[in-house]
């Protein structure tokens, strides 16, 4: 299984727009990069998918280049509540989504 | 649409009893799974059940037995608990193990679980 490479922390400002860069050298062919958000005593929440290229939903970006060993998550315009542990994630779709958790950037969004 | 309940929310065990950690979906998903978290740490996987009537060890199986009851239901026992079985346990579900989506799981509010 594909191993993941992230910052442990990181610090923003409301109103910034904030990237989360994510290596993952080994990814295989048919893994997907998947990003989880989570707050503090409770589960995590999926917040973005995608295979290749760029992907964009209603709260973040997400940003593959061609040769996919690494992998950005932007967060436009962030705010206090966006202050949260995000993990990158490589799951092969085959095999129950089988999914390895690294320790996750820890976000903290100040006023 | 509950999504992925878990029950109890807290336990304290003693050493050496048991316990089962019970999780249902109500999202017509056919994989579930069990993670546990330890303070500062990232989740690790326990045990999975890509489809009903089958279950496979994750990163962190010792000390650990899964039952998938049924499609909605997915247990997780702990035969003899030890301290160093303390931790967050979260249970979680996807679409389906033939899609890309079985990345995208929905994680449940997890049990808080004390061995003494």
């Known amino acids: 299984l594909a191993k993941t490479t992230q910052p442990i922390s990181m610090d923003s400002y409301e109103g910034q727009e904030v990237n989360i860069t994510c290596s993952h050298n080994n990814i295989a062919t048919n893994d997907y990069i998947t990003w989880y958000q989570q707050f503090p005593s409770q589960g995590p929440r999926f917040i973005i998918q995608g295979y290749k290229t760029k992907v964009t939903n209603e709260v973040a970006s997400l940003f593959i280049p061609a040769d996919r060993k690494s992998s950005t998550l932007s967060l436009p315009r962030v705010s206090l509540s966006d202050t949260a542990v995000y993990y990158c994630l490589v799951g092969l779709y085959n095999q129950g989504g089988k999914l390895i958790f690294g320790q996750g950037t820890e976000l903290s969004v100040k006023p | 649409n509950a999504g992925v309940t878990q029950t109890p929310k807290f336990q304290v065990l003693k050493t050496g009893q048991s316990m089962t950690l019970q999780c249902a979906q109500d999202?017509?998903?056919?994989?579930m799974y069990w993670y546990r978290q330890d303070p500062g740490m990232g989740l690790r996987l326990i045990y999975y059940s890509a489809s009903e009537g089958t279950t496979d060890k994750g990163e962190v199986p010792n000390g650990y037995n899964v039952s998938r009851l049924n499609k909605r239901e997915f247990s997780l026992r702990l035969e003899s608990a030890a301290p160093s079985q303390t931790s967050v346990y979260f249970c979680?579900?996807?679409?389906?193990?033939?899609?890309?989506?079985?990345?995208?799981?929905?994680f449940g509010p997890g049990t808080r679980l004390t061995v003494t």
């Open positions: 979680a579900s996807s679409l389906g193990t033939f899609s890309g989506r079985s990345t995208e799981q929905y």
């Open positions: 999202m017509n998903h056919n994989s």
